[in-house]
């Protein structure tokens, strides 16, 4: 086992933790932040598995993460209603 | 096993556990301010950490140009996104944490309805959500 294996690992657990928040709420607010939280740990796999098996194209959709991940965030705001 | 390597590991480890605190952050915390606050944070930091490790394993210059740009991006806007989250929780009302004080939010919507502060801007009692004006 590689450190790099052991680090998808521990992401991954993250991962976990953020849709066990998602599934147990208890508020939109809770399930909007730790959506967020799922976004990062998706990009941090991806940057894992490009370097542990070394494709070439992993920056470029670590970029298109990053960016998609933050418009994800601005539009949760609309998840949870109220006043702007 | 180059010096590079070894330095690449180190950051990756890094960053994975700075990032497994924002985890455990989002799993303990009382109220959505605080998960708000660890996710900002520590994901954030803890992405850079580890794609600044992951692309000194192959460090070509393409690599190394769209690491940065990925670098300089999440720092930019991983806080900006949970503080938009926390924000829109504020204005539709989630309830804070006991304990929580409210005396700046209280000065915010002050200032924004125009209002001088009154001496008894102290904390409200928990439960209660901003009321008033949005911040």
Not at chain 2, 110 to 134: D, N, Q, Y
């Amino acid at each position: 086992m590689t450190p790099l294996d052991i680090a998808i690992v521990c992401i991954a657990a993250v991962l976990l933790a953020s849709v066990y928040r998602i599934v147990a709420g208890p508020t939109a607010a809770d399930r909007a932040v730790a959506a967020d939280l799922l976004t990062f740990s998706v990009v941090g796999i991806l940057v894992l598995i490009g370097a542990r098996w070394e494709r070439l194209g992993t920056f470029d959709l670590v970029l298109i993460a990053t960016l998609v991940s933050f418009l994800a965030a601005v539009s949760a705001r609309g998840l949870m209603g109220g006043r702007r | 096993m180059s010096v590079l390597t070894v330095i690449a590991y180190v950051l990756i480890l890094a960053g994975v556990v700075v990032f497994a605190g924002a985890g455990v952050g989002l799993l303990k915390f009382r109220d959505t301010y605080m998960r708000a606050s660890a996710v900002g944070t520590a994901a954030g930091l803890g992405i850079a950490l580890v794609t600044i490790g992951a692309v000194l394993t192959m460090p070509t210059t393409a690599n190394l140009v769209k690491a940065a740009v990925a670098v300089v991006l999440q720092l930019a806007t991983a806080a900006v996104g949970s503080t938009i989250i926390a924000r829109a929780a504020v204005n539709s009302g989630h309830a804070f944490a006991p304990g929580t004080s409210l005396i700046d939010l209280d000065e915010a919507d002050a200032k924004l309805a125009g209002m001088p502060l009154t001496e008894e801007s102290g904390p409200r009692p928990s439960g209660e959500t901003s009321e008033g004006s949005s911040v």
